[in-house]
């Protein structure tokens, strides 16, 4: 039989071990929501870094190639688009930067669609959106929509 003695020496045991389990439930939980949290930090960083425009390109190297763009989205207007257009014309001769270049291409789209219709334009679309390689954050390059079936 057991004496209250016992008994109480079993509640304590019984207590001892349930707070160990728990310090141990709670340890395990602190560390997995760290790993969580240093996860989403890191994440949340490299984001960051993609949407600020982190330099993908040396700058002398993209300037060139920006210059390019530029010619190639003016070469695809021609002379009809330049003179039927020639508010896209100068958007494209003074675009401050690359990404305003990157969403010209819509525009240019439309003008070439008008004057030698949708199939040409969307050639001449992929071909500039290829000079954009390297020079944009990931987060601004379009994913593979129906034109690119």
Same mark, same amino acid.
């Given at each position: 039989?057991?004496?209250?003695?016992?008994i109480?020496?079993?509640k304590? /045991?019984?207590?001892?071990?349930?707070?160990i389990? /728990?310090r141990e439930?709670?340890?395990?939980w602190? $560390?997995t929501?760290?790993? $969580?949290m240093n996860k /989403?930090?890191?994440?949340f960083?490299s984001?960051?870094?993609?949407?600020?425009?982190?330099p993908?390109?040396?700058?002398?190297?993209?300037?060139v190639r920006?210059e390019?763009i530029?010619?190639?989205m003016?070469?695809?207007?021609?002379?009809e688009?330049?003179?039927?257009?020639?508010?896209?014309? %100068?958007? @494209?001769?003074?675009a401050?930067?690359?990404q305003?270049?990157?969403?010209?291409?819509?525009d240019i789209?439309v003008v070439?669609?008008?004057?030698?219709g949708?199939? @040409?334009a969307?050639?001449?679309? %992929?071909?500039?959106?290829g000079?954009?390689e390297?020079?944009?954050?990931?987060?601004?390059i379009?994913r593979?929509?129906a /034109?690119?079936r």
């Amino acid at each position: 039989m057991l004496f209250s003695d016992d008994i109480e020496s079993i509640k304590q /045991l019984w207590e001892i071990h349930a707070e160990i389990t /728990l310090r141990e439930s709670l340890s395990l939980w602190i $560390h997995t929501k760290k790993e $969580h949290m240093n996860k /989403l930090a890191n994440q949340f960083i490299s984001s960051m870094q993609g949407l600020l425009g982190r330099p993908l390109a040396e700058d002398a190297h993209a300037a060139v190639r920006i210059e390019d763009i530029r010619q190639a989205m003016i070469d695809c207007l021609g002379d009809e688009g330049c003179q039927s257009y020639p508010h896209i014309e %100068r958007r @494209v001769l003074f675009a401050p930067d690359l990404q305003g270049l990157w969403y010209l291409r819509a525009d240019i789209m439309v003008v070439i669609s008008s004057l030698q219709g949708e199939g @040409v334009a969307n050639q001449k679309i %992929r071909i500039i959106t290829g000079m954009f390689e390297g020079l944009l954050p990931r987060s601004m390059i379009s994913r593979p929509g129906a /034109l690119s079936r």
